[in-house]
Protein backbone atom coordinates (compact mmCIF):
# COMPACT_ATOMS: atom_id res chain seq x y z
CA UNK A 1 0.00 0.00 0.00
CA UNK A 2 2.79 2.55 -0.15
CA UNK A 3 3.13 4.71 -2.62
CA UNK A 4 6.85 5.90 -2.37
CA UNK A 5 10.24 4.01 -2.83
CA UNK A 6 11.30 5.50 0.96
CA UNK A 7 8.16 4.63 2.69
CA UNK A 8 8.82 3.17 5.78
CA UNK A 9 8.08 -0.88 5.99
CA UNK A 10 5.04 -1.89 8.19
CA UNK A 11 7.19 -4.37 9.97
CA UNK A 12 4.95 -7.21 11.57
CA UNK A 13 7.16 -8.11 14.54
CA UNK A 14 5.78 -10.65 16.92
CA UNK A 15 2.60 -10.49 15.17
CA UNK A 16 3.97 -11.72 11.66
CA UNK A 17 1.02 -12.98 10.55
CA UNK A 18 -0.48 -10.01 10.45
CA UNK A 19 0.72 -8.90 7.72
CA UNK A 20 -0.56 -12.44 5.29
CA UNK A 21 3.65 -12.92 4.41
CA UNK A 22 5.38 -15.55 5.13
CA UNK A 23 8.44 -15.09 7.34
CA UNK A 24 11.42 -14.65 5.14
CA UNK A 25 15.22 -14.39 4.76
CA UNK A 26 16.22 -11.10 3.66
CA UNK A 27 15.66 -7.92 2.91
CA UNK A 28 11.49 -6.88 3.19
CA UNK A 29 11.32 -3.36 1.68
CA UNK A 30 11.98 -3.84 -2.27
CA UNK A 31 8.77 -2.49 -2.94
CA UNK A 32 10.34 -0.51 -6.52
CA UNK A 33 13.96 -1.41 -8.12
CA UNK A 34 16.03 1.36 -7.41
CA UNK A 35 19.35 2.32 -9.67
CA UNK A 36 22.43 1.15 -8.89
CA UNK A 37 26.25 3.02 -9.13
CA UNK A 38 27.69 -0.57 -9.55
CA UNK A 39 25.73 -1.11 -13.26
CA UNK A 40 27.68 1.75 -14.62
CA UNK A 41 30.24 -1.35 -15.69
CA UNK A 42 33.34 -0.10 -17.97
CA UNK A 43 31.76 -3.31 -20.16
CA UNK A 44 28.99 -2.54 -22.57
CA UNK A 45 25.93 -4.16 -21.34
CA UNK A 46 26.32 -5.94 -25.28
CA UNK A 47 29.94 -7.42 -24.31
CA UNK A 48 28.27 -9.84 -21.74
CA UNK A 49 26.68 -12.85 -20.89
CA UNK A 50 22.80 -12.56 -20.08
CA UNK A 51 23.72 -14.68 -16.96
CA UNK A 52 26.68 -11.87 -16.31
CA UNK A 53 24.29 -9.02 -17.00
CA UNK A 54 21.26 -9.84 -15.03
CA UNK A 55 24.24 -10.41 -11.71
CA UNK A 56 25.02 -7.25 -12.46
CA UNK A 57 21.68 -5.38 -12.90
CA UNK A 58 20.22 -6.58 -9.67
CA UNK A 59 23.50 -6.33 -7.19
CA UNK A 60 23.82 -4.74 -3.95
CA UNK A 61 24.48 -1.28 -4.30
CA UNK A 62 27.57 -0.26 -1.87
CA UNK A 63 25.36 1.03 0.62
CA UNK A 64 23.09 -1.77 1.16
CA UNK A 65 25.82 -4.15 1.04
CA UNK A 66 27.46 -2.15 4.09
CA UNK A 67 23.52 -1.94 5.43
CA UNK A 68 23.55 -5.44 5.20
CA UNK A 69 27.02 -6.08 6.61
CA UNK A 70 25.63 -4.60 9.76
CA UNK A 71 25.28 -6.79 12.37
CA UNK A 72 21.99 -5.16 13.86
CA UNK A 73 20.66 -5.70 10.33
CA UNK A 74 17.53 -8.08 10.31
CA UNK A 75 15.27 -7.09 7.38
CA UNK A 76 13.47 -9.84 5.87
CA UNK A 77 12.32 -10.72 2.46
CA UNK A 78 9.88 -12.68 1.00
CA UNK A 79 11.03 -13.93 -2.73
CA UNK A 80 7.57 -14.78 -4.30
CA UNK A 81 6.80 -10.72 -2.71
CA UNK A 82 6.43 -9.21 -6.45
CA UNK A 83 4.60 -12.09 -7.61
CA UNK A 84 1.77 -12.45 -5.34
CA UNK A 85 -0.87 -9.94 -5.66
CA UNK A 86 -3.14 -7.86 -7.30
CA UNK A 87 -0.87 -7.05 -9.95
CA UNK A 88 -0.64 -6.31 -13.53
CA UNK A 89 2.51 -7.70 -15.34
CA UNK A 90 3.45 -6.31 -18.95
CA UNK A 91 6.21 -7.42 -21.41
CA UNK A 92 8.05 -4.34 -23.36
CA UNK A 93 10.56 -5.37 -26.14
CA UNK A 94 13.34 -3.68 -27.11
CA UNK A 95 11.70 -2.15 -30.01
CA UNK A 96 9.24 -1.05 -27.28
CA UNK A 97 11.92 0.62 -25.23
CA UNK A 98 13.43 2.53 -28.06
CA UNK A 99 9.90 3.75 -28.60
CA UNK A 100 8.85 4.96 -25.21
CA UNK A 101 12.61 5.91 -24.61
CA UNK A 102 12.10 8.65 -27.80
CA UNK A 103 9.21 10.02 -25.61
CA UNK A 104 10.78 10.17 -22.55
CA UNK A 105 11.50 14.03 -23.11
CA UNK A 106 7.99 14.27 -24.09
CA UNK A 107 6.53 12.22 -20.86
CA UNK A 108 5.43 13.83 -18.00
CA UNK A 109 7.46 13.93 -15.00
CA UNK A 110 5.10 13.38 -11.71
CA UNK A 111 6.61 13.11 -8.55
CA UNK A 112 9.74 12.23 -9.45
CA UNK A 113 8.56 9.47 -12.16
CA UNK A 114 8.16 9.00 -15.55
CA UNK A 115 5.09 8.75 -16.81
CA UNK A 116 4.33 7.24 -20.58
CA UNK A 117 0.80 7.10 -21.48
CA UNK A 118 -1.12 5.00 -23.51
CA UNK A 119 1.94 2.08 -22.96
CA UNK A 120 -0.68 -0.31 -24.57
CA UNK A 121 1.14 0.84 -27.59
CA UNK A 122 4.55 -0.71 -26.62
CA UNK A 123 4.03 -3.21 -24.48
CA UNK A 124 1.73 -7.02 -24.25
CA UNK A 125 0.25 -8.04 -21.37
CA UNK A 126 2.29 -10.90 -18.90
CA UNK A 127 -0.71 -10.82 -16.70
CA UNK A 128 -3.40 -9.16 -15.45
CA UNK A 129 -4.72 -6.02 -17.07
CA UNK A 130 -3.31 -3.13 -19.60
CA UNK A 131 -2.47 -0.47 -17.50
CA UNK A 132 -3.29 2.94 -19.01
CA UNK A 133 -0.03 4.73 -18.09
CA UNK A 134 3.55 3.61 -16.89
CA UNK A 135 5.30 5.60 -13.71
CA UNK A 136 8.45 4.64 -13.47
CA UNK A 137 11.41 5.46 -11.58
CA UNK A 138 14.23 7.26 -13.66
CA UNK A 139 16.41 5.20 -11.80
CA UNK A 140 14.16 1.84 -12.50
CA UNK A 141 13.89 3.10 -16.18
CA UNK A 142 17.87 3.35 -16.73
CA UNK A 143 18.01 -0.34 -15.37
CA UNK A 144 15.19 -1.45 -18.25
CA UNK A 145 16.88 1.04 -21.32
CA UNK A 146 20.24 -1.40 -20.44
CA UNK A 147 18.69 -4.70 -20.13
CA UNK A 148 16.89 -3.42 -23.73
CA UNK A 149 20.21 -2.40 -25.40
CA UNK A 150 21.89 -6.04 -24.69
CA UNK A 151 18.48 -7.15 -26.62
CA UNK A 152 16.83 -8.60 -24.03
CA UNK A 153 12.91 -8.28 -23.48
CA UNK A 154 11.50 -6.68 -20.21
CA UNK A 155 8.73 -7.71 -17.62
CA UNK A 156 7.29 -4.72 -16.05
CA UNK A 157 5.16 -5.48 -12.68
CA UNK A 158 2.74 -2.85 -12.38
CA UNK A 159 0.07 -1.87 -9.10
CA UNK A 160 -2.98 -3.16 -10.01
CA UNK A 161 -5.64 -0.08 -10.05
CA UNK A 162 -7.80 -2.12 -7.00
CA UNK A 163 -5.01 -1.11 -4.81
CA UNK A 164 -3.63 2.56 -6.39
CA UNK A 165 -3.53 4.79 -9.31
CA UNK A 166 -2.75 2.16 -12.72
CA UNK A 167 0.55 2.39 -13.65
CA UNK A 168 3.13 2.63 -10.68
CA UNK A 169 6.21 0.36 -11.46
CA UNK A 170 7.18 -2.14 -8.51
CA UNK A 171 9.19 -4.62 -10.51
CA UNK A 172 11.21 -5.36 -13.69
CA UNK A 173 12.35 -8.11 -14.55
CA UNK A 174 15.29 -9.12 -18.04
CA UNK A 175 14.16 -12.08 -19.54
CA UNK A 176 16.26 -13.89 -21.92
CA UNK A 177 15.34 -15.91 -25.74
CA UNK A 178 16.78 -19.16 -24.10
CA UNK A 179 14.81 -18.67 -21.23
CA UNK A 180 16.45 -17.21 -18.44
CA UNK A 181 15.66 -14.09 -16.21
CA UNK A 182 16.93 -11.35 -13.74
CA UNK A 183 14.80 -8.98 -11.58
CA UNK A 184 17.03 -5.35 -12.04
CA UNK A 185 17.46 -3.29 -9.32
CA UNK A 186 19.10 -3.14 -5.87
CA UNK A 187 19.81 -6.03 -4.37
CA UNK A 188 17.17 -7.70 -6.59
CA UNK A 189 19.78 -10.39 -7.56
CA UNK A 190 20.50 -12.11 -4.34
CA UNK A 191 16.42 -11.32 -3.06
CA UNK A 192 14.54 -12.35 -5.88
CA UNK A 193 16.26 -14.14 -8.91
CA UNK A 194 18.87 -16.24 -6.90
CA UNK A 195 15.84 -18.17 -4.80
CA UNK A 196 13.38 -18.10 -8.01
CA UNK A 197 16.27 -20.27 -10.15
CA UNK A 198 17.23 -22.28 -6.46
CA UNK A 199 13.56 -22.75 -7.14
CA UNK A 200 13.41 -23.76 -10.36
CA UNK A 201 16.35 -26.17 -10.15
CA UNK A 202 14.63 -28.01 -7.60
CA UNK A 203 11.68 -28.59 -9.92
CA UNK A 204 13.74 -29.93 -12.84
CA UNK A 205 15.21 -32.37 -10.55
CA UNK A 206 11.83 -33.90 -10.14
CA UNK A 207 11.94 -33.97 -13.93
CA UNK A 208 10.18 -30.64 -15.13
CA UNK A 209 11.55 -29.98 -18.21
CA UNK A 210 10.01 -25.91 -18.18
CA UNK A 211 12.81 -22.97 -18.14
CA UNK A 212 12.95 -20.53 -15.62
CA UNK A 213 11.33 -18.05 -17.41
CA UNK A 214 8.14 -20.54 -18.03
CA UNK A 215 7.98 -21.17 -14.35
CA UNK A 216 8.45 -17.38 -13.63
CA UNK A 217 4.79 -16.94 -15.92
CA UNK A 218 3.09 -19.67 -14.09
CA UNK A 219 4.01 -17.80 -10.98
CA UNK A 220 1.96 -14.90 -12.04
CA UNK A 221 -0.71 -16.77 -13.68
CA UNK A 222 -1.29 -20.60 -11.63
CA UNK A 223 -2.38 -20.37 -8.37
CA UNK A 224 -1.25 -23.91 -7.75
CA UNK A 225 2.45 -23.03 -8.74
CA UNK A 226 2.43 -19.86 -6.14
CA UNK A 227 1.28 -22.63 -3.57
CA UNK A 228 3.63 -25.20 -4.88
CA UNK A 229 6.85 -22.35 -4.72
CA UNK A 230 5.53 -21.10 -1.07
CA UNK A 231 5.75 -24.77 0.07
CA UNK A 232 8.89 -24.93 -1.25
CA UNK A 233 9.96 -21.73 0.45
CA UNK A 234 8.21 -22.44 3.68
CA UNK A 235 7.41 -25.23 4.39
CA UNK A 236 6.06 -25.10 7.97
CA UNK A 237 3.94 -21.82 6.72
CA UNK A 238 0.90 -21.76 7.96
CA UNK A 239 -0.82 -17.90 8.20
CA UNK A 240 -3.44 -17.48 10.83
CA UNK A 241 -6.50 -16.59 9.73
CA UNK A 242 -7.30 -12.80 9.33
CA UNK A 243 -10.28 -13.01 11.21
CA UNK A 244 -8.73 -14.06 14.32
CA UNK A 245 -5.88 -10.89 14.36
CA UNK A 246 -6.26 -8.22 16.45
CA UNK A 247 -7.48 -5.95 14.48
CA UNK A 248 -5.06 -3.15 15.54
CA UNK A 249 -2.45 -5.46 14.57
CA UNK A 250 -3.43 -6.18 10.96
CA UNK A 251 -3.66 -4.90 8.09
CA UNK A 252 -6.12 -3.80 4.82
CA UNK A 253 -3.89 -5.41 2.22
CA UNK A 254 -4.88 -7.36 -0.98
CA UNK A 255 -1.18 -8.25 -1.05
CA UNK A 256 -1.73 -10.19 2.09
CA UNK A 257 -4.70 -12.35 3.30
CA UNK A 258 -7.03 -9.62 4.03
CA UNK A 259 -10.26 -11.46 2.32
CA UNK A 260 -11.54 -10.15 -0.58
CA UNK A 261 -15.38 -10.00 1.21
CA UNK A 262 -13.84 -7.17 3.48
CA UNK A 263 -12.43 -5.24 0.58
CA UNK A 264 -15.42 -5.11 -1.38
CA UNK A 265 -17.36 -3.54 1.26
CA UNK A 266 -14.80 -0.62 1.39
CA UNK A 267 -13.58 2.26 -1.23
CA UNK A 268 -9.97 2.51 -2.06
CA UNK A 269 -9.34 6.61 -2.36
CA UNK A 270 -6.74 8.61 -2.99
CA UNK A 271 -5.81 11.16 -0.28
CA UNK A 272 -3.52 14.09 -1.81
CA UNK A 273 -1.44 15.11 0.91
CA UNK A 274 -0.82 18.53 1.58
CA UNK A 275 2.24 18.44 4.39
CA UNK A 276 3.56 21.72 6.03
CA UNK A 277 7.12 22.03 5.92
CA UNK A 278 8.08 21.30 10.00
CA UNK A 279 6.48 17.79 9.70
CA UNK A 280 9.14 16.47 6.86
CA UNK A 281 11.63 16.74 9.71
CA UNK A 282 9.81 14.37 12.24
CA UNK A 283 11.42 11.16 10.91
CA UNK A 284 7.92 8.79 11.70
CA UNK A 285 5.43 7.06 9.78
CA UNK A 286 2.02 8.75 8.55
CA UNK A 287 -0.75 5.98 8.56
CA UNK A 288 -4.49 5.97 8.42
CA UNK A 289 -6.73 3.17 10.00
CA UNK A 290 -10.30 1.98 10.23
CA UNK A 291 -10.60 1.62 13.68
CA UNK A 292 -12.21 -2.25 15.06
CA UNK A 293 -11.08 -3.26 10.70
CA UNK A 294 -7.82 -2.46 10.52
CA UNK A 295 -4.21 -0.18 8.95
CA UNK A 296 -3.78 0.94 5.72
CA UNK A 297 -0.40 1.95 4.49
CA UNK A 298 1.85 4.75 5.66
CA UNK A 299 3.92 7.68 4.30
CA UNK A 300 7.26 8.73 5.63
CA UNK A 301 7.74 12.27 7.21
CA UNK A 302 11.34 12.58 6.72
CA UNK A 303 13.78 14.94 5.37
CA UNK A 304 14.46 12.25 2.35
CA UNK A 305 11.45 11.07 1.17
CA UNK A 306 9.73 14.56 1.02
CA UNK A 307 7.78 15.73 -1.98
CA UNK A 308 6.20 18.41 -3.83
CA UNK A 309 2.68 15.99 -4.27
CA UNK A 310 2.94 13.47 -1.31
CA UNK A 311 -0.33 11.74 -1.80
CA UNK A 312 -1.45 8.09 0.04
CA UNK A 313 -4.19 4.95 -0.74
CA UNK A 314 -6.50 4.00 1.88
CA UNK A 315 -9.43 2.41 2.29
CA UNK A 316 -12.24 3.72 4.12
CA UNK A 317 -15.99 2.43 5.04
CA UNK A 318 -17.96 4.65 3.23
CA UNK A 319 -19.83 6.97 6.17
CA UNK A 320 -17.53 6.21 8.12
CA UNK A 321 -14.19 8.05 9.96
CA UNK A 322 -11.02 7.60 8.23
CA UNK A 323 -8.23 7.89 11.48
CA UNK A 324 -4.53 8.90 11.28
CA UNK A 325 -1.87 8.07 13.58
CA UNK A 326 1.84 8.49 13.77
CA UNK A 327 4.06 5.79 14.35
CA UNK A 328 7.59 5.18 14.87
CA UNK A 329 10.08 5.36 11.58
CA UNK A 330 10.66 1.84 12.31
CA UNK A 331 7.03 0.77 11.37
CA UNK A 332 5.85 -0.41 14.54
CA UNK A 333 2.44 -0.21 14.68
CA UNK A 334 1.98 -1.52 18.12
CA UNK A 335 3.00 1.19 20.04
CA UNK A 336 1.90 4.55 17.99
CA UNK A 337 3.21 7.82 18.38
CA UNK A 338 0.39 10.02 18.25
CA UNK A 339 -3.42 10.12 16.79
CA UNK A 340 -4.04 13.45 14.98
CA UNK A 341 -7.55 12.89 14.22
CA UNK A 342 -10.36 11.66 11.54
CA UNK A 343 -12.17 12.33 8.90
CA UNK A 344 -15.25 11.10 7.19
CA UNK A 345 -15.33 11.25 3.25
CA UNK A 346 -18.65 12.62 1.66
CA UNK A 347 -19.73 9.87 -0.47
CA UNK A 348 -20.22 11.74 -3.27
CA UNK A 349 -15.92 13.25 -3.27
CA UNK A 350 -14.88 9.17 -2.82
CA UNK A 351 -14.27 8.85 -6.71
CA UNK A 352 -12.21 12.36 -6.47
CA UNK A 353 -8.40 12.81 -5.14
CA UNK A 354 -9.25 13.76 -1.28
CA UNK A 355 -7.16 16.34 -0.55
CA UNK A 356 -5.87 16.10 3.31
CA UNK A 357 -4.05 18.54 5.07
CA UNK A 358 -2.05 18.53 8.65
CA UNK A 359 -2.29 21.49 10.19
CA UNK A 360 0.60 24.43 10.64
CA UNK A 361 2.34 25.52 14.19
CA UNK A 362 3.68 22.17 14.82
CA UNK A 363 7.52 21.57 14.75
CA UNK A 364 8.09 18.75 16.89
CA UNK A 365 6.57 15.50 18.42
CA UNK A 366 6.19 17.35 21.67
CA UNK A 367 3.93 19.77 19.78
CA UNK A 368 1.84 16.81 18.60
CA UNK A 369 1.73 15.73 22.19
CA UNK A 370 0.64 18.82 23.96
CA UNK A 371 -1.97 19.72 20.70
CA UNK A 372 -3.50 16.47 21.35
CA UNK A 373 -3.23 16.44 24.63
CA UNK A 374 -5.50 19.45 25.03
CA UNK A 375 -8.11 17.66 22.21
CA UNK A 376 -7.09 19.34 19.20
CA UNK A 377 -7.43 17.71 15.92
CA UNK A 378 -4.39 18.00 13.76
CA UNK A 379 -5.55 17.00 10.11
CA UNK A 380 -8.75 18.05 8.00
CA UNK A 381 -9.85 17.85 4.85
CA UNK A 382 -9.62 20.94 2.80
CA UNK A 383 -11.72 22.19 -0.50
Not at 59 to 70: K, N
Not at 296 to 309: F, I, M, V
Amino acid sequence: MMRQTSAILLICLAVAAGCGEPPATGDADTTEPTGLESTAATDSTEAVSAAVLAERLGACSPESLALRSDPGYAAEINPLWSLSGNRDWVSIDPAGVEALEALRGEAAIEAARIVFENPGLYVTVVSGAMPSQLRVLPQTWELVTQASDAGHEVWIGVKSALTTSAGDVFAAVMVTEDGEFGFLGDCQYPDQTEPLLHYHADLADQGDTRTPVDVLRALLINDAQMDDATAFFYPTYEPTPWAELDPDLRFLDPFSNTPREVLADLTLVFLALEIPEAWWDLDVGLCTKIAGLGWNGCYALTPESKSPAPDLDAYVAPGEPLEFWLIPETGDIREPLAYLGSIVIPEDALADDIPVRLVDDINSLADIEAATGRGETLIALTS
